[in-house]
């Protein structure tokens, strides 16, 4: 696969050097990934700093981390994976960066998944799979999603063979391309969450049971019937994940979209979009109600801008899975 994904909902780069967030904004880039390993000979600026990572926050930039030492290093075994996932989850809390935070290990060479097992054991081991991702190939990505040892996958256009693994989170689909003065690969993430930090305090983590709860009150609840037409123009693109189907509810107005919110904030809320969109105006006060309060409630209780994404997200999932099939023409 060649050039940027027509699925791309963010854009972002990744650098073995330091960066600025006002060239990435300028160049309107939603995210960096940067390496938490340690500086080498070779890349002195390789590992991101605090102050680097500050700068791209508040250049409205968000983070993904990745590991790599050693282009062979994920064929080093358990032991190895255990050793690094210890350092990467060490670093990433010295940055600030909440509990639970994703971090990609790399593989960065053409190797089947199987060369690599041991060591994504290792990195489970010590941080879990929750918050296991990897850079690597199409057979790496897909090989570890079907052992279930990542919960997030990068993929490398390199030795994919022009074919994406539809689990895969973020895709890097360009190499070695100026932007700003900068040597930057160019990347392509087509969900929510794809393992990005935007510098928010996540005071709490939401359990499982807590989004479950949450997508249930959402999806029980009903506004006023009638329709309510889709709106239009290039602000919906994230927004409207599932094109028009959420106005094929029996007749009843959509309660809520795929992405009310988005991680890094910047999209706004469904409220700001309703606002825009084109509608007869029925049910659109108590969708705007609905939000408000839970919107509210959540910062209340100290409920993260990713947390509440992933709720969000949750319960526009189980909307979708509500929606009756079309009729055959």
């Not at 330091?18 to 938490?36: C, P």
């Not at 105006?281 to 839970?294: C, D, M, V």
């Amino acid at each position: 696969m060649a050039g940027r994904p027509a699925k791309t909902m963010f854009d972002g780069v990744d650098l073995s050097t330091r960066g600025d967030g006002a060239t990435l904004e300028a160049h309107k880039q939603d995210f960096v990934v940067r390496y938490v390993s340690p500086d080498t000979q070779n890349h002195p600026h390789k590992r991101i700093t605090l102050a680097e990572q500050n700068d791209y926050f508040a250049h409205n930039i968000s983070v993904c981390y990745v590991w790599e030492t050693t282009t062979s290093e994920a064929t080093s075994g358990r032991a190895a994976g255990q050793r690094d996932a210890i350092d990467a989850a060490t670093y990433v809390t010295s940055l600030g960066a909440p509990a639970g935070q994703p971090i990609y290990f790399a593989v960065d060479e053409d190797v089947p998944g199987s060369a690599v097992d041991p060591y994504f054991r290792g990195i489970c081991d010590k941080i879990g799979v929750t918050r296991s991702g990897s850079y690597g190939s199409l057979r790496v990505i897909r090989y570890l999603f079907d052992q279930r040892l990542i919960t997030y996958g990068w993929q490398t256009y390199a030795w994919s063979g022009g074919q994406l693994e539809a689990r895969a989170q973020a895709y890097q689909y360009l190499n070695d391309q100026m932007m700003g003065g900068l040597n930057v690969d160019l990347d392509a993430a087509f969900t929510l969450l794809y393992g990005q930090w935007d510098g928010s305090d996540m005071a709490r983590n939401i359990t499982d049971d807590d989004v479950a709860a949450i997508v249930t009150a959402f999806n029980n609840q009903r506004v006023d019937a009638g329709a309510v037409a889709p709106p239009t123009g290039d602000q919906i693109t994230r927004i409207q994940a599932e094109r028009n189907d959420y106005y094929r509810l029996n007749g009843l107005a959509n309660t809520f979209w795929p992405m009310v919110l988005t991680s890094d904030g910047q999209h706004g809320k469904l409220v700001d979009i309703m606002a825009q969109s084109q509608s007869n105006g029925s049910g659109i006060s108590e969708i705007k109600a609905t939000l408000a309060a839970w919107t509210g409630g959540a910062a209340a209780a100290g409920v993260g801008l990713e947390e509440l994404a992933k709720i969000f997200d949750a319960a526009a999932a189980g909307a979708r899975a509500q929606i009756p099939p079309a009729a055959t023409p």
